[in-house]
């Protein structure tokens, strides 16, 4: 063969070997980077989530703003106020202890400020003879304390984007509920804490930060990276200098 075009052969394949180990292990870079990210947020919620309690009674105060509960999203919260049953919502395809059933949502009048917010009380299981069965759950008249937290509105799975009605839901659409209880909500949640009560569980998952995924991803973008370096030293350099040797 010219020695001209095997050289060319060789620049190009180096060229493209270094190329592949520079863009793998660039990418497993960013995926360490994304993890050091999501650690840190991770974190953060945790810091937030070890604070004082916020007093239910200020939320939608004079000087509170959307921005402001925001801001407390995660913090834990301490509630005084009374259930309005009537408006009780079962959100049904959600799990808990790997079992399907509803997350029992009622909304609570905040004593002492009249604002209404909506309390993601917890989880019982569905009844499988009958999907339109509601669940026997107990719901406290008079004023009720709860623990909880802070949390953005409940989290929707897939639908149909169809307005839904009625107790039980795929999912909880802010305004389209508001519109029907003609109730002044919040546009934010508590999660309930606390020992199971009431027909119902609060062993709530705890929010995924993804950084065993990342990590992963990384170690695959890294081991690409070495394969590529380690064939391109196998068949370049070594086997090469075999063939040079046995000539």
Do not use: C
Not at 110 to 138: I, K, M, N
Not at 181 to 187: D, V
Not at 218 to 246: C, D, E, M, N, P
Request: hydrophobic share 45%.
């Amino acid at each position: 063969m010219n020695a001209k075009p095997l050289r060319w052969r060789r620049v190009l394949i180096l060229v493209a070997a270094l190329l592949g180990v520079s863009v793998t292990a660039s990418l497993g870079q960013w995926q360490l980077r994304r993890a050091a990210q999501k650690q840190a947020l991770t974190q953060a919620l945790a810091d937030k989530a070890a604070l004082a309690p916020v007093e239910g009674a200020s939320l939608g105060q004079p000087g509170d703003s959307a921005a402001n509960r925001e801001g407390l999203l995660h913090r834990a919260v301490h509630l005084k106020g009374h259930w309005l049953a009537q408006h009780t919502v079962y959100l049904e395809n959600r799990q808990m202890q790997s079992r399907p059933g509803f997350y029992v949502v009622t909304p609570l009048q905040v004593a002492g400020s009249g604002q209404v917010v909506v309390v993601q009380r917890g989880w019982v299981p569905r009844s499988f003879t009958d999907r339109t069965a509601l669940p026997e759950v107990q719901t406290p008249s008079g004023e009720v304390t709860l623990q909880g937290h802070l949390a953005p509105w409940p989290s929707r799975v897939y639908d149909f984007g169809a307005v839904e009605e009625g107790p039980i839901r795929q999912n909880l659409d802010f305004a389209a509920y508001r519109q029907q209880t003609g109730l002044p909500l919040l546009e934010l949640s508590v999660m309930q804490s606390g020992p199971a009560s009431e027909g119902l569980l609060r062993e709530w998952p705890p929010v995924a930060s993804g950084v065993e995924k990342h990590h992963g991803y990384a170690f695959q973008w890294f081991g690409l990276s070495a394969l590529i370096a380690l064939l391109y030293v196998w068949f370049q350099i070594v086997l090469s200098r075999r063939k040079t040797q046995h000539r």
